[in-house]
């Protein structure tokens, strides 16, 4: 009987321990997300760059570098596709990680008068302490949904028609 019992009890633990109050659904954080938190950084250049007004817009966050061929040979399609979807949500942001920042970011965003902001990584971007991580290799794009969640990346140049149909899928969610 003194068998049984414990037996039971050991049973009982046991059970209970197993037993939590299961915690209930963490609620989202209020604001952006931590990828478009990362697009807070200084921009150059004259096309104007407002942060308050990526979240709920389709964005496409390109890392590039002044030095890089494939990077400026990508520039046209990014002009093409911020003309053809901006007026329907969508926005491209590039982002320069030149290490010599605004002396180096300032005068080609001048040169270039390109038609999307370009920003101005801070050091803890471009060691790979963002949302974003490390970007191994330039150019590299990432597509954000309304959300400003990641929903698609491309490492070296993209092509236009891809990039275009991801778009305008982003864009009629």
């Given amino acids: 009987m003194r068998r049984a019992a414990l037996a039971v009890g050991c049973a009982l633990v046991l059970a209970l321990a197993g037993c939590r109050r299961v915690p209930e659904e963490p609620e989202r954080a209020a604001g952006p997300s931590p990828y478009l938190r990362s697009l807070l950084l200084p921009s150059v250049g004259p096309t104007p760059y407002d942060w308050r007004r990526l979240p709920g817009r389709v964005v496409m966050v390109s890392f590039f570098a002044t030095w890089c061929f494939p990077c400026l040979a990508e520039l046209p399609t990014l002009e093409a596709l911020q003309k053809e979807f901006g007026p329907q949500g969508f926005q491209v942001v590039l982002v320069g990680l030149d290490l010599d920042g ?5 005068p080609f965003a001048e040169q270039y008068a390109l038609n999307f902001p370009v920003l101005v ?3 803890a971007m471009q ?5 974003f991580g490390l ?3 330039l150019p590299a794009t990432f597509l954000l949904d ?4 990641v929903a698609g990346a ?3 140049m993209a ?7 991801a778009v305008e899928k ?3 969610r």
């Avoid at 060691?127 to 949302?131: F, H, L, P, V």
């Avoid at 092509?159 to 149909?165: A, F, N, R």
Wanted: no cysteine; net charge neutral; hydrophobic share 25%.
């Fill in 102 to 106: 605004t002396r180096v970011l300032e």
């Fill in 121 to 123: 990584s801070d050091t």
């Fill in 127 to 131: 060691q790979g302490q963002s949302a």
């Fill in 135 to 137: 970007i191994p290799a």
């Fill in 146 to 149: 309304k959300e400003g969640q």
């Fill in 154 to 156: 491309w490492q070296g």
């Fill in 159 to 165: 092509g236009h028609k891809d990039v275009s149909q």
């Fill in 170 to 172: 982003l864009l009629r």
